[in-house]
């Protein structure tokens, strides 16, 4: 049988698919990230804030939900001020949401936003959201939260509602509080 | 090494040399001969701890409410069971039939890269001792199950988690190295004349069987790379607190998870083809169509991962994409199934153990492709998910099909090993008790799933109470079955009745034409094949 390649080189090319295999592994995190934005796969929204204009369509009312959760083992009390606003496509709305640090030491927390049905959320921008940066709060301390958001007017015609759902992460291990002078 | 430099120089010369002697035979061994029998041994208790496991949750689910063990324990056992079945009994009791038969099949002397072969036979003692020692720990081992998804096995494992991902990095090396070698074995060392087209298909099979493994397997080990990560250098891969996405765990996982299962299928594909004919008497049918039967199923298995996935909220297109390409799968599978059956029609059938084993592979894998059709249905499988549906359709492709295709092969192959016939009626008892066993334990769980009974849970509703009785007792039965398989082993290794080259004479193949027991080293002057 007269090879075409010894067994030394064919060995060496067999070990260059598995080192691409395995960087193709970590390539798959990329991917799905880009897979998400593009199809708004698990309600995944936009991370920094929307830029662009819409144009307004008045004939059109969307009822947007909000609803707030903790993570486990997140102590804060985490709620948003009201339950639902029914908006227009294309103005920029608000809502805001309340936490409060009941612990005695502080703590620093990182919230998640999700839009469900999650065909919905690659047209739900926001302008403005407490969820792109991180949240510090001293003991006892609580804050108010904005979230500035346009619901597209492209959004598919049969959804007549659409939730936006914060999940509130303890991220104070990976992110310890810088001590505030002064306070 | 000098014995195989002389055989260089004298071709032959090398027939003399008999195998070391003493225990250093066995840890220095380069032979595929004696790899190959460690690696079968290796799995074979592999398969008796994990099948040990398999009973403490049997004996648990005996009766509804908690008796035997504690919740915690409960998951340690499933999870461990799962992982020491698929990593520790079926790859590599795979992986030791293809070191004893390819070699022999091709025309080769030996594998490829024969001390490779022999490092990546000793790297899985060192990655199932890890793995097991985690149990020994006060925390507990791996209690995530099988599939590990994350954050379970990130955020909330038990500390014994590192020893975890480091096993799963020994093994996988120990499978790649082996995927290696197989391959190299195959496309550099087939005997004048072999061409691909006329390799046997159990040849065939693990051949896709090794890229299938060098694909995969790397990215099995980047999925617990980054869990490594996550949980010891401050990553968040899988941690939605720092924007990554638990979600994203369980495509990397299926990635990997869907063409693994594939893995453990394809060689026993194989070896039922050259197992059915032998006993039909008749060639087997449509040969080609086989080969590309396995090519389209091995594709296949890279884009249907999702159907793992359907109640995560993936977007509606994707259901349907992975729905039909799952459903696709059943195409080339029914084209092998058809071919099996065909062979079998109008031949001259005998039922030695073997055969029995392979026909009994046909039916009862066939229903576990059916009732993965059902799961791949993806609105009904919101339904199905996570039940003891998918519990019946997992055990009934991967017990009479990957298990039963070893012990087809083992029973097929003992006289060529060990130069003894086995002793037949004590086959025929194992297969029969295997065969009711395995019906009694997994048919009920079809049910019990169906009315709802969620996997992996130690109690369960009253109203399920019947069918789990039945389900552990099919299940005893089995496991105190494979002790007699021991005592079959055994008692043909140290005599019986003595095995000509050929036992079967149906039987075709390279490995027929040399001697039973084959001598040491075969084909040292490579076989003319016409
Ligand atoms: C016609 C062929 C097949 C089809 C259509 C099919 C389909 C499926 C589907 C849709 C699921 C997911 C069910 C759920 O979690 O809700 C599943 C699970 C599974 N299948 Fe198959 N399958 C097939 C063949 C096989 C084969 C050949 C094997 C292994 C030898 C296998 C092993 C498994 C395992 C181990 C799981 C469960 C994994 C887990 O969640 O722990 N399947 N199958
Ligand atoms: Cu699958």
């Given at each position: ?183 | ?303 249907v991962w999702a159907h793992h996935m359907f109640t995560v909220g993936i977007p509606l297109t994707g259901e349907l994409f992975f729905m039909y390409a799952t459903m696709l799968i059943a195409v080339p599978t029914g084209v092998k199934v058809f071919n099996w059956v065909t062979t079998m029609w109008r031949g001259s059938m005998t039922f030695e153990t073997p055969m029995l084993f392979a026909v009994a592979f046909v039916i009862l894998f066939t229903i576990g492709g059916f009732s993965g059709l059902m799961l791949a249905i993806a609105p009904a499988d919101f339904q199905y998910h ?145």
């Open positions: 049988m007269a090879a075409s390649l010894t067994t030394r080189q064919l060995t060496v090319r067999l070990v260059g698919v598995v080192l691409a295999m395995f960087a193709f592994g970590f390539a798959l995190v990329p991917i799905y990230d880009v897979m998400c934005q593009a199809f708004g796969i698990n309600g995944k929204t936009n991370t920094s804030a929307y830029q662009g204009a819409l144009k307004v369509d008045e004939t059109r009312q969307v009822k947007v939900q909000f609803v707030a959760t903790n993570a486990a083992d997140m102590v804060w009390e985490f709620q948003p001020v009201g339950d639902q606003v029914v908006v227009t496509p294309g103005r920029v709305s608000e809502m805001r949401f309340i936490a409060r640090n009941p612990s005695d030491k502080p703590m620093t927390a990182q919230a998640i936003p999700s839009v469900s049905p999650s065909k919905a959320a690659a047209y739900f921008q926001k302008t403005e959201c407490f969820c792109f940066t991180q949240q510090v709060l001293q003991p006892g301390e609580s804050i108010e939260m904005p979230v500035r958001f346009i619901v597209d007017p492209e959004l598919p015609a049969d959804v007549h509602r659409l939730t936006l759902g914060y999940t509130l992460f303890d991220i104070t291990a990976r992110m310890p509080p810088v001590p505030v002078a002064g306070r | 090494m000098s014995a195989a430099i002389d055989s260089h120089a004298h071709a032959g010369h090398d027939h003399h040399h008999g195998p070391a002697k003493g225990l250093m035979r066995w840890v220095l061994t380069t032979n595929h001969k004696d790899i190959g029998s460690m690696y079968l041994w290796f799995s074979f208790i592999m398969f008796l701890v994990g099948g040990s496991m398999a009973m403490v949750i049997r004996a648990e689910l005996f009766q509804p409410g908690l008796q035997i063990v504690q919740p915690e324990f409960f998951n340690q056992m499933t999870t461990m069971h799962g992982l020491i079945m698929v990593f520790g009994a079926v790859m590599p009791a795979f992986v030791g039939l293809a070191n004893w038969m390819i070699p022999l099949m091709i025309g080769a002397p030996d594998m490829a890269l024969p001390r490779m072969n022999n490092f990546s036979f000793w790297l899985l003692p060192a990655a199932f001792g890890i793995l097991l020692s985690t149990l020994f720990t006060e925390a507990g081992g791996p209690n995530f199950g099988w599939t590990f998804y994350a954050p379970l096995s990130t955020t909330y494992a038990p500390e014994s988690v590192t020893f975890f991902i480091f096993g799963v990095h020994l093994m996988g090396v120990s499978s790649i190295m082996g995927a290696i070698n197989v391959i190299a074995t195959i496309l550099n060392l087939r005997a004048p004349g072999m061409t691909l087209m006329k390799m046997p298909l159990f040849v065939w099979t693990w051949l896709i069987t090794a890229f299938l493994l060098i694909a995969v397997m790397p990215v099995l080990a980047g999925c617990v790379t980054m869990m490594l990560m996550d949980i010891h250098f401050g990553t968040s891969f899988f941690n939605a607190a720092g924007g990554g996405d638990p979600v994203l765990f369980q495509h990397v996982f299926w990635f990997f998870g869907h063409p693994e299962v594939y893995i453990m299928i394809l060689p026993a594909f194989g070896a039922v083809s050259a197992i059915i004919p032998a006993f039909a008497r008749k060639p087997l049918f449509g040969y080609t169509s086989m080969v590309y039967a396995t090519a389209s199923i091995a594709f296949l298995s890279f884009i996570d039940t003891y549906f998918v519990v019946a359709h997992f055990h009934y492709v991967l017990v009479p099909g990957a298990i039963f295709g070893i012990f087809a092969s083992a029973y097929f192959w003992l006289p060529k090993w060990t130069g003894h016939m086995y002793d037949e009626t004590l086959g025929k008892t194992h297969f029969w008790m295997s065969f009711i066993g395995m019906n009694l334990a997994f048919f009920p769980m079809h049910f019990v799933g169906l009315a709802g009974m969620p996997r992996r849970i130690p109690d369960y509703n009253l109203q399920f109470a019947d069918f789990n009785m039945i389900s552990s007792m099919g299940a005893f039965m089995f496991g105190a079955t494979q002790l007699l398989f021991l005592f079959i082993v055994i008692k043909c290794i140290r005599g019986g009745k003595k095995a000509e080259a050929k036992p079967w004479d149906g039987a075709e193949g390279l490995e027929w034409s040399v001697p039973s027991p084959a001598p040491y080293h075969t084909f040292s002057t490579p076989p003319e094949v016409k």
